[in-house]
């Protein structure tokens, strides 16, 4: 069965640089989120999307933003980077209603230097 | 969302059954209980939900008091492969449900 998508696996990039991640969710999912882990740390939740509107918001930096495209796939725009954004940054997707557990990717390893 | 609380840490010898246990003594009965894990920096993975009754899929069974305040999540067959961080956690019925992952429960399956 498909899975939720993310790309790139592996990010590197250095203090102040700008990065974008991205997910795709499973198809027929119609809700997005991401969860920001942080090295020994459970993953915490950062926003949501249903829909390509806002949904939900967490502990999102205001550094970062998010969105979610007509297709459904999502990108999360980080800008002004610092090293504490070294994280394993985690997508997940589900579809609304019916008690539809959601559905993680693999995630986007982001190493800040 | 109500609390849960899990044990930090929990050993089981391969083959034998794993059972975790979750405390959400406040959870609302319109709380279902979810079951996830996560493999080494791998995403966290679904593994089960229930509101009340018992519910059994292919990776694991789910128990729930009648009185809705404790579960017990039991792997039956415990493989090394289920070595993992595995978390409880009480979330609302209706609408898009984000996950606030708590401390969670480390097992280690071992040899």
């Known amino acids: 069965a498909a899975g939720v998508i993310q790309s790139p696996r592996h990010l590197i990039k250095e203090k102040r640089e700008t990065a974008t991640l991205k997910c795709y969710p499973i198809p027929r999912h119609d809700t997005v989120y991401w969860y920001q882990q942080g090295p020994g740390q459970d993953p915490q939740f950062l926003i949501s999307?249903?829909?390509?509107?806002?949904?939900d918001k967490g502990s999102i930096p205001d550094r970062f933003s998010a969105q979610q495209f007509s297709d459904y796939h999502s990108e999360l725009n980080m800008s002004s980077l610092e090293l504490g954004d070294s994280a394993l940054y985690f997508c997940?997707?589900?579809?609304?209603?019916?008690?539809?557990?959601?559905?993680f990717g693999n995630g986007t390893r982001l190493t800040v230097t | 969302d109500a609390k849960t609380t899990q044990p930090t840490s929990m050993d089981c010898a391969e083959g034998r059954a794993a059972n975790l246990p979750c405390n959400h003594s406040t959870i609302s009965g319109n709380e279902y209980v979810y079951w996830y894990r996560q493999i080494h920096s791998q995403g966290p993975q679904y593994i089960i939900h229930g509101l009340k009754n018992n519910e059994t899929n292919e990776m694991a069974s789910l128990i729930i008091t009648e009185d809705r305040k404790s579960s017990t999540l039991i792997l039956p067959h415990a493989t090394l492969r289920d070595t993992a961080v595995y978390y409880c956690?009480?979330?609302?019925?209706?609408?898009?449900?984000?996950?606030?992952f708590g401390q969670g429960t480390r097992l280690t399956i071992n040899p």
């Open positions: 997940a997707s589900s579809l609304r209603g019916n008690n539809s557990p959601l559905h």
């Open positions: 999307f249903y829909e390509k509107m806002q949904s």
């Open positions: 956690i009480a979330l609302l019925i209706q609408g898009a449900q984000k996950l606030v």
